[in-house]
């Protein structure tokens, strides 16, 4: 059973700073690809960034130069450092693992597979 916790959330003055953290568990393999989406209420779920599993590293033009996405493999965990933080960057923000985790059914085998991270609030104030 795999599970991501995220952390790090939490109300901010603009200008300011937040490091988002998504700590995947479970039997897992690897971890092929991680981004961080965020919602704003009445919004669509949007991309923020993302590593892809060629190691390509991309950005919303919105934060692009602000947003920093990165990974730690050994501890199969993702962050999100965030700075000059905006009103406008307020929202709930998800992890999605790409992981190649053991299932465990009738036969267990490696499976590749979405996860997500239960949200994490970002408030900021103008």
């Known amino acids: 059973q795999v599970q991501l916790v995220e952390s790090g959330g939490g109300l901010v003055q603009a200008g300011g700073s937040l490091r988002l953290s998504c700590a995947a568990s479970?039997?897992?393999?690897?971890?092929?690809?991680v981004a961080w989406y965020r919602q704003a209420p009445g919004q669509q779920r949007e991309l923020v960034a993302q590593?892809?599993?060629?190691?390509?590293?991309n950005y919303a033009d919105s934060v692009k130069g602000r947003f920093t996405i990165s990974r730690d493999n050994a501890k199969n965990t993702v962050y999100l450092e965030m700075n000059s933080l905006k009103p406008e960057d307020t929202a709930v923000y998800y992890c999605?693992?790409?992981?190649?985790?053991?299932?465990?059914?009738?036969?267990?085998?490696?499976?590749?597979?979405?996860?997500w991270g239960q949200g994490t609030q970002v408030t900021v104030s103008s």
């Open positions: 479970g039997s897992i393999f690897s971890v092929n690809a």
């Open positions: 999605n693992l790409d992981l190649t985790a053991l299932y465990s059914g009738s036969v267990s085998y490696p499976r590749r597979a979405d996860y």
């Open positions: 590593i892809t599993s060629g190691g390509s590293t």
